[in-house]
T-cell receptor, first 112, second 113 residues
Framework: QKEVEQNSGPLSVPEGAIASLNCTYS??????FFWYRQYSGKSPELIMS????GDKEDGRFTAQLNKASQYVSLLIRDSQPSDSATYLC????????????FGKGTTLSVSS | EPEVTQTPSHQVTQMGQEVILRCVPI?????FYWYRQILGQKVEFLVS????????KSEIFDDQFSVERPDGSNFTLKIRSTKLEDSAMYFC???????????FGSGTRLTVV
């Protein structure tokens, strides 16, 4: 059974701080990795994708991938109260397929 | 910005009844998906659809479920005989190509009573 693991949180950070969200996955053959944000009662929204080892930056967001350690992370710089949401790590588990396997998500709370 | 459209937003049905959930994926996307999320739980893969056929399905997607693309725009999920445990938010999603992230619709909340 392919698994994606995240700490459920809540992760609480003050406004302006860096929030660090982590994810591990079980399928060593996974090739594509995504971070989604989900506000309560809403659908997941894609915020970052990463495919190769290293860092990828997009505005205040940085995704980090380490395939050897089977580890993906998301850093949010200058956290804002509007960043308060559940962050879902998703992994495309099958090289021949397109199904995304999601973690349970980490709830982030940014206090002003 | 292009979006995935789902209807209805909320459906209440009696146990044993058939329901059809509808989706209009983004027009130039080639891959279509259904996911579900039971309240407080993770987003779970049901089925993927490409080139007018199912390309992958999960263990959840048993004989009670079926998908169809009846015309060039709609993508539907049918649950033949609903059970209480089918109550969940059902999300449709689409992607432009293999390996790309998905765009999700706003979901249909299915309540089976």
């Amino acid at each position: 059974q392919k698994e994606v693991e995240q700490n459920s949180g809540p992760l609480s950070v003050p406004e302006g701080a860096i929030a660090s969200l982590n994810c591990t996955y079980s399928d060593r053959g996974s090739q594509s990795f995504f971070w989604y944000r989900q506000y309560s009662g809403k659908s997941p929204e894609l915020i970052m994708s990463i495919y190769s080892n290293g860092d990828k930056e997009d505005g205040r967001f940085t995704a980090q991938l380490n395939k050897a350690s089977q580890y993906v992370s998301l850093l949010i710089r200058d956290s804002q109260p509007s960043d308060s949401a559940t962050y879902l790590c998703a992994v495309m588990a099958n090289q021949a397929g397109t199904a995304l396997i999601f973690g349970k998500g980490t709830t982030l709370s940014v206090s002003s | 910005e292009p979006e995935v459209t789902q209807t209805p937003s909320h459906q209440v049905t009696q146990m044993g009844q058939e329901v059809i959930l509808r989706c209009v994926p983004i027009s130039n996307h080639l891959y279509f998906y259904w996911y579900r999320q039971i309240l407080g739980q993770k987003v779970e893969f049901l089925v993927s659809f490409y080139n007018n056929e199912i390309s992958e399905k999960s263990e959840i997607f048993d004989d009670q479920f079926s998908v169809e693309r009846p015309d060039g725009s709609n993508f539907t999920l049918k649950i033949r005989s609903t059970k209480l445990e089918d109550s969940a938010m059902y999300f449709c999603a689409s992607s432009e190509a293999r390996g790309y992230g998905y765009t999700f619709g706003s979901g249909t909340r299915l309540t089976v009573v």
